[in-house]
Every structure is written in structure tokens, then in C-alpha cells.
T-cell receptor
Framework: EAGVAQSPRYKIIEKRQSVAFWCNPI?????LYWYQQILGQGPKLLIQ????????DSQLPKDRFSAERLKGVDSTLKIQPAKLEDSAVYLC?????????????FGPGTRLTVT | DAKTTQPPSMDCAEGRAANLPCNHS???????VYWYRQIHSQGPQYIIH???NNETNEMASLIITEDRKSSTLILPHATLRDTAVYYC????????????FGTGTSLTVIP
């Protein structure tokens, strides 16, 4: 079974530029998550989708971050404009559903450096 | 807001059992305990999870106390490849049933 795919793996941009990340979850997984992981910290949830609907985006800085999962499969996360403090690893994860007993599977992440 | 407390770091000799503790004194009756690990520059990897009973799989064993206020992850024969940050997570039972990661325990397996 293929895992969660993410691209690109690395991205370097200047502040005020825009950037987009792509995620392809495990086939059949209804729930998709985007996390931000700053160096030395645990991952922090940004947004959670159930199929193509948003379940929770309370931690997403909506003035600059946006995410979509239009067909309930792939997802993109965009930052526009980027700030220095957005430098982090962006992780995508998926699970069969939202049930408490369903584990999440993570992709390798995209490491973003904002200069 | 993480609901768990873990030691920031631990060492373990190669070939010995690694016992990683976690306190989760405010856990509710239907909330699961999950363990993940993260090897440098990789995404978190699922290890094991449990509700009330002890669990074992090919990677590890999870021992949950009877009052469910703490648990221990056991790696029976630690190898150098087990060096990683280990996260104990109580999955909170409200909208979305999200995971809240703390800062974890950095385990170093020593040759």
C-alpha cells in the first residue's frame, strides 16, 4: 500500500512570496490533515478535512494560509504572502476516518525556508 | 494543548528494552492513547495505540495502568535505528478527534 505522498520535499522562498504544497493521501482515506512543525516542537494541526469538507481550521492563519481538497482526494496548502515565521516542515497525514480508534499516517513533509 | 507529560530525553543501551513513560492524568473514558515516533527529517511514524487493555504489535508493547492515568511504551530490544523522538498522544474526543502532539521524549540508543 502506497503511503502519503507530498511534494515538493524542500522549498526556499523570500518573504512576501507565495508557495503551495501538494498532498496525495492513502487511497480510500476520507480524512486528511495538514500540520505545521516548527523546529524543536511537535506537529501542530492547521486544518482537517473529511472528504472535501473542512472539519476544523481553527488553527489556520486564514489571512495568509488557505487549503482545499476539491475532489475529496488530493489537497493543496497555500501560503500567500509568506513570513519568516512560516519557516517549518509542513506535514500531511491521512486516516480512514475521524473515529478515535483510527490511526493517522504521515507523509515525509515539505521543509519550507523563508528568507 | 497536549494532555500528556513525557520526560524530554532518555538513553537506552542497544539490545536492551527501552521503557518510555507517559502521564495522562486527565484522560477521559473514551479517549485513546497513541504513540508515534519521528526519526530526524521524516514524518511521524505510527507505533501503537490502546484504550484500556495492554497492546502488542511487531514494533512495541503498550502498557496502560488500570486507572488509565499513565502508560509505558516498551521497545523490547532497542536498536540504533530506534533513536528518535517518541510522542505520547491522547486523542481528544471532540470535533474532529484531533491529535495534539507535545514535545515528546528524545530517545538515544547507545551502542
Amino acid at each position: 500500500e502506497a503511503g502519503v505522498a507530498q511534494s515538493p520535499r524542500y522549498k526556499i522562498i523570500e518573504k512576501r512570496q507565495s508557495v503551495a504544497f501538494w498532498c496525495n493521501p492513502i487511497s480510500g482515506h476520507a480524512t486528511l490533515y495538514w500540520y505545521q512543525q516548527i523546529l524543536g516542537q511537535g506537529p501542530k494541526l492547521l486544518i482537517q478535512f473529511q472528504n472535501n469538507g473542512v472539519v476544523d481550521d481553527s488553527q489556520l492563519p486564514k489571512d495568509r494560509f488557505s487549503a482545499e481538497r476539491l475532489k475529496g482526494v488530493d489537497s493543496t496548502l497555500k501560503i500567500q504572502p509568506a513570513k519568516l515565521e512560516d519557516s517549518a516542515v509542513y506535514l500531511c497525514a491521512s486516516s480512514r476516518g475521524q473515529d478515535l480508534s483510527y490511526e493517522q499516517y504521515f507523509g515525509p513533509g515539505t521543509r519550507l525556508t523563508v528568507t | 494543548d497536549a494532555k500528556t507529560t513525557q520526560p524530554p530525553s532518555m538513553d537506552c543501551a542497544e539490545g536492551r528494552a527501552a521503557n518510555l513513560p507517559c502521564n495522562h492524568s486527565t484522560i477521559s473514558g473514551n479517549e485513546y492513547v497513541y504513540w508515534y515516533r519521528q526519526i530526524h527529517s521524516q514524518g511521524p511514524q505510527y507505533i501503537i495505540h490502546g484504550l484500556k487493555n495492554n497492546e502488542t504489535n511487531e514494533m512495541a508493547s503498550l502498557i496502560i495502568t488500570e486507572d488509565r492515568k499513565s502508560s509505558t511504551l516498551i521497545l523490547p530490544h532497542a536498536t540504533l535505528r530506534d533513536t528518535a523522538v517518541y510522542y505520547c498522544i491522547v486523542r481528544v474526543a471532540y470535533t474532529g478527534n484531533q491529535f495534539y502532539f507535545g514535545t515528546g521524549t528524545s530517545l538515544t540508543v547507545i551502542p
